[in-house]
C-alpha cells in the first residue's frame, strides 16, 4: 500500500484527507502512519500530530500539553517526530522532547534536549 502526502494532503490507498496546514513529514510504523503537521510561525495549534490507520482512519491527535502538564509554559508546536526503540517522540523548537503513545496519542513524559 502507497501512502504519500504533498503540501497539504495525504494520500491513501483509497482516501485522501486534506488538513488546514502542510504536512511536515509523515511516519510509517507498523499498521500507523504518524502525520506531523507544518504550522506557521505566530499560529495558535500545537497539537499537530495525528495518527492514521492505512486506510486513512483517524486514530488520535496528540493529547493536550496543557492537559497534561497545565504549568508548563511555552506550548508551541512540535517541529519533528521520531520513532526509536519501541518510542514515538515528539520534539519542539525550545528542545523539549515528548514521549508519546502510540495506541492513543496520550503523552507519557518529557524531557528538555537543550
Same mark, same amino acid.
Given at each position: ?6 503540501g497539504d494532503t495525504i494520500r491513501f490507498e483509497e482516501k485522501e484527507i486534506?488538513?488546514? $496546514? ?10 500507523? =502512519?504518524?502525520?506531523?503537521? %507544518? +504550522?506557521?510561525?505566530? !499560529? ?24 497534561? $502538564? ?10 519533528? =517526530?521520531?520513532?526509536?526503540? %519501541? +518510542?514515538?517522540?515528539? !520534539?519542539?523548537f525550545y528542545g523539549r522532547n515528548f514521549k508519546i503513545s502510540l495506541t ?11
Amino acid at each position: 500500500m502507497t501512502i504519500s502526502f504533498k503540501g497539504d494532503t495525504i494520500r491513501f490507498e483509497e482516501k485522501e484527507i486534506t488538513f488546514d $496546514y502542510n504536512i511536515d513529514k509523515i511516519k510509517e510504523i507498523d499498521n500507523t =502512519v504518524v502525520v506531523l503537521l %507544518d +504550522i506557521p510561525p505566530k !499560529v495558535n495549534f500545537y497539537r499537530n500530530l495525528l495518527a492514521f490507520e492505512k486506510n486513512g482512519k483517524l486514530l488520535w491527535q496528540v493529547q493536550d500539553i496543557k492537559e497534561k $502538564y497545565p504549568d508548563l509554559e511555552g506550548i508551541i508546536p512540535f517541529i519533528d =517526530v521520531f520513532y526509536n526503540d %519501541d +518510542i514515538l517522540s515528539a !520534539v519542539d523548537f525550545y528542545g523539549r522532547n515528548f514521549k508519546i503513545s502510540l495506541t492513543n496519542g496520550n503523552i507519557l513524559d518529557f524531557h528538555a534536549v537543550k
